[in-house]
């Protein structure tokens, strides 16, 4: 009567109408979880992954389906052991009911992470998950039981820095060209110049993934803290002496793994790689970001007046001589929007909310610091350096959470105070 | 009102009566959690660790009692949960019942891992958990958590397969020498010798444990079957050619972390092994054990007729000549031993059940097959060959599990038949 | 009086008129010599290396002409030797005589060497001696010395053969895209098609020199002998399945380092590719070449009738339909140039002499095998297979060297008859 | 007439009267010089090895000697090259004779090692070849093309510094226990103490023989300069903190491949090892040895007056209460003998001979620093400190090498000037 419904299936019937290919992954699965624990067949693993890789995007629906309505816990069991926790929650029956929670799901992820591949393989699964979820609620209970076990598999402690330069194998170097979606990456030669002797580049690997970036950062090694990212990404710039350098400016840091969202490494890695850049140059005074106001755009065309509005819809607004008036109205509604527009008491900005939480304190804006379609676009052509002190991480990553504090310079706070009630023009 | 506890002790006061080590321990693991995920300080997972690798055995126990009472899920948000479950067994209320019993342990496991040398020490410390956990059924909540994480860490399919030789650094030969449990290494004279040509050593490896061998198992290549350990041990037997070898005998396999008791590896190891050698050595024509037979002699005191268990119990029973009825008296009765008598329809040998499950079959006894001094205390210096067909192992495995069939040779089969009665002594 | 001349300059004048950035390089490598043996410091050798490195091209050929005149061994001390020699042919005199044959130079090359990146910089010294060295025949006895260096340390059982792929590093392949000199590599695209499972890539690498490929090869595994370059070459062909190609096409064979000029490596790359695709791929059935025919048109232009070479002057002369008279008269042509035509004995077309050189077998002309500008200027567009059988290599290089016998297929001996005597039209 | 031995014998008869083993390997070495060079057969290099290798010991004396007389150069060839040279000793006259020098023995043996394994097996026949040259002093021309070819392949450039510890192969530490001269290792136990925290050990490592130091240092890290061997060598010591030693002591090099005498790297191991400790260890003020003074017992034996001679033959001379005149005496006389007593303008004594040319100078001479039998035998027990200052050893190494001036502390010349004439009892 408790038997697991996949037991139920090997001696009964199996999954009703699904088709036939679907039909025999999940027998492979329930043959797979059949086995007792350590005897699991990592062949069984192996074509149970390489079934599921054949199946179309339709019948990877279908599977999803079946995953979600039949590795479930057994209700009656669960529900006897919930039953006896309430009578009793002494930690005998904390560990039945722990135990009954478990479903045959997250087993099976296991089992199938046996096979050679197979962490890639579920990666990949979550990414396919993850593109319908809001469509299928109903496959919530599969990404609670995958993303867990990606999550302990994903451990931070597990992950190794490693830094990319032009000795990095042409397969590895192919993915950044790929992945990179902050500032693409036009080709070989703008990739090489990316990886010059004034340029560093690192990423986090995971040992079951050698030949694939979980997260990369890019970094430009300056003097002074730039403005502006067209001259950071000119493929002709002359390479700089990094000796000379007092600014490691972060100016573009990609997740790479759609699989893996939510198990973010991102503050991790600027950490490590700042701690890093200050052994190697220890004459580098300042490590601060070159980051867009990907929200800022958006957010003007609900909150602005509508000549503001109507007036930077001209795509070529910005050329020419720009009005230093409309400058200065921009500057101060976007230090408004990045300090005082909330979600939750945290900043509305995604980024402001990223680089805040891990410590950094808002540092300036730049006025047409990407002049890009896309930085037109999403930020209105403003970027805004978030600097990093080392020392005071830890300390400013804690008021933030106690009392989401925005540490912001004065100039930006000035900025930020001048700015003009929403809806209205500037004066 | 449902604010986890560790929330409330940093709000309000702490661990009780602890030790001040301990109590602050415990400050260090609520300061871990009271982070936000992502944010989680690598720092905090370093000092924690720290402080419990201070602690003595005393304070160890201590921090035990506070982790099993202060870091289980909250009693009324669980019963809270239990109960919208039983009212309505939906996804949604699964999702959240699974939420309530995950415990803020797991989560400060998976937080103490993030720390350089994190793997390691949680294996240390459930290595201290299990040495006492028959004492304090209490800790069984705290090797639950614990034990899910590490199985999830250790998932086969992160480990690798590595043979290990006289190339292998000196640190990691040391540690044979200390872990080999089955047939100790007497010196860098021995082991030498046990790595020589016409041996074979692999060891199972974790990448955190770069140092560490998780299982390891030796081999020997000869020319038949071997009867007897004492050849393959002697250290100054001559080398034999590989090329000439016929047979792969496994004559010892030892599980190296007392911590990760319970997450095993040992069939994975040999199939893989012998799936190695026969690549290697295409001539292999057999993969057989060398075993011991642990419960024998135990069994014997407690089933066999008075005088025989008297007549063994002479140290020097077996030196000189045995009389053939004593010597077919005592084979008789491990061939019962083995195949008939039961533990939960699988047999009560523990090195049997291992190997039949595997999918071996149980080849021959051998007569004096270990004459060494804890071969004549546990298995009355007898030992048996498993044989392991790899073109059979899989089917042999699944009846193992179906009908708990014990396969044995026809040889065997007639001595178990030839066994008389218990208690009665030989005809 | 027999004082080496370098150290009556130390204890003398110096280097005459030089300029003063060359008398300080020549006084670098004094002191360096005048150090005992085993002392020689790193430091000066570095430091002369550094300096050799900053001259320009003027001054280079200035540096040469003193190391040309300058570490000459002792005249009168040589004189000596050699009379005693004369005198009395013994080992002794003839072990005085070959110690002082030996000059300076050769000394200060190795003692150069030892600088971290000794190695390298002395084949580029090499590379720029051997640019100017007909012109200056005095430089000869530099290039002795430094050439006998350098085929000591390029000794072939220094060098390892490496896969070449798209796990290789772009420092490497960005040289390879340099270095192709006979099949240009146009751009990353190009480059990584050549890369692709039905393709292979090999190089041998010196130890002192990680970054650098020494000599590379290019494979094309197809489906039987290519005929024609141009669909290899073809980026956009779709990649066959290497378990289905019979044949191992060596399409391109490039020597990278000027500087290791007739120190040659090429027909050991050849042989040790040929048996490390043979234990990959046991189903290959011909390792063969596609090989341009460099000086053909060059031959022809002085060798055949006038008409003819007019007629292939036009560049579109292949375009369209080619009278069959006219290929015929090409092949023949062809034939007899490498079959008949001889420089020493040996075959006039170089890529002939060295693939026969290598026990190699001519095997078939194709033709418009190359229809590129540089095939149809220097091959008239045709192209040679020569078939390399494992099994015969040593002994038809044997008899290439003891007869110089060209062996080539009935059908290429056929047209080689048929061609019609110099000068002369076809009939 | 002027053909090679080599090739007469190819055409003629062969080497007369040798067992036919050796006339055999005789016929592979000339097979391999009749190949024409780059196509030279690694086959034949291998076979010629092999048949090398399996001559016993009388056999390799044959084949010494056909080595030694068949394979020099061609002496009509070489008189008249000697005769054009002297005519004219021209730049073109220079290279036809430094051609005419070389002979086919230095050829063969880079043939040779193109083998796979070549240059430890040629190393291995330099050994051979030392063992009995002063007993056959024809052999010298064998060992002057042998030493050149080997002195080029072991270019210190080519040489790597590894740190050896515990991490390193048992097959490498073995090497150790096999080779250490100096300071015996008894054992594994000793061995690991040698390798603490305390300790460092470094070798130079060739790419040719990975599994082969060419020579290696022991160093201690203490606090203040150690006087006495015996307590860094007690196995049993606690071992110290690296972080809180103040100076790095030398206490044993060793020289690991006898193939290679007189081509040495002990003076690059000391001073990379010096900087490589400097760099890991800031605080590090004092780099010196703890060296014995081999020569000084035989010395005191030949110059000393017979009581003092007498008296030190007692073996127990040194235990129990020492006279302090005695000790005075022996102190002077050492230093006297280090100081004063000289082989051709250089310190009679090797190990003071080797380490004040590399620029150390002699600062202690330390009473009973050497209480084992070899260095009671040897060094009557005393032990000296060489001081490495690394500013200042390039200058003290010229001057050495300039004046054959001895740095010493005033101390140690105050005693030298005490020593009582040679003879002579102390007053």
């Known amino acids: 009567m408790s038997l697991p419904s996949f037991l139920r299936r090997i001696l009964g019937g199996g999954h009703g109408g699904a088709d036939p290919r679907v039909r025999e992954l999940a027998r492979l699965c329930d043959a797979l979880l059949a086995e007792s624990g350590e005897y699991a067949s990592t062949a069984l693993a192996r074509d149970a992954l390489a079934a599921w890789q054949d199946l179309d995007e339709r019948l990877r629906d279908e599977f999803f389906d079946v995953l979600a309505t039949s590795y479930s816990p057994d209700a009656e069991a669960l529900k006897g052991a919930a039953g006896a926790y309430q009578a009793d929650p002494s930690n005998d029956s904390l560990l039945a009911l722990q135990r009954a929670t478990e479903s045959p799901r997250r087993e099976l992820f296991d089992r199938l992470n046996m ?23 109903q496959w919530r209970v599969i990404d609670y039981d995958l993303r867990r076990r990606l999550r302990s598999w994903f451990n931070r402690g597990f992950l190794r820095l490693e830094r990319i330069d032009w000795h990095t194998s042409a397969l590895l170097l192919e993915k950044l060209i790929q992945y990179e979606a902050v500032h693409a990456v036009q080709g070989w030669r703008d990739l090489r110049r990316r990886l010059e002797s004034d340029r560093r580049c690192y990423a986090f690997f995971h040992p079951q993934l050698p030949d694939e970036p979980i997260i990369f950062i890019e970094v430009a090694l ?14 002709s710039a002359p390479v700089g002496a990094p000796a000379s350098a007092d ?8 997740n790479c793994q759609e699989g893996l969202r939510g198990i973010s490494f991102g503050n991790q890695l600027i950490k490590q790689v700042a701690e890093d850049l200050k052994r190697e140059f220890p004459h580098l005074r300042r490590f601060a970001t070159l980051s867009p106001v990907p929200g800022f755009r958006r957010w003007l065309e609900k909150s602005a007046p509508r000549e503001l509005v109507a007036r930077i819809e001209d795509p070529a607004w910005h050329l020419g001589e720009v009005p230093e008036e409309l400058e200065k109205d921009l500057m101060r509604r976007c230090a408004y929007y990045l300090l005082r527009e909330k979600q939750d008491e945290e900043p509305l900005d995604p980024v402001a909310r990223f680089h805040l939480a891990n410590g950094a304190s808002l540092e300036r804006l730049n006025w047409m610091g990407d002049t890009s379609e896309s930085g037109m676009a999403r930020s209105a052509g403003l970027m805004v350096n978030y600097v990093y002190w080392l020392a005071e991480l830890e300390r400013n990553h804690e008021r933030y959470f106690r009392e989401h504090l925005v540490l912001a310079a004065p100039a930006v706070e000035k900025l930020a105070r001048e700015c003009p009630p929403q809806g209205q023009a500037a004066a």
Chains 1, 2, 3, 4 share one sequence.
């Open 247 to 254: 600014s490691a400016m972060f100016y573009s840091i990609t």
């Open 222 to 235: 300056t003097r002074g803290m730039s403005a502006r990212v067209q001259p950071l990404l000119d493929v």
């Open 115 to 137: 096979a050679a591949g197979g962490t890639a393989a579920l990666v990949e699964m979550r990414k396919a998950l993850l593109q319908k979820l809001k469509a299928r609620p």
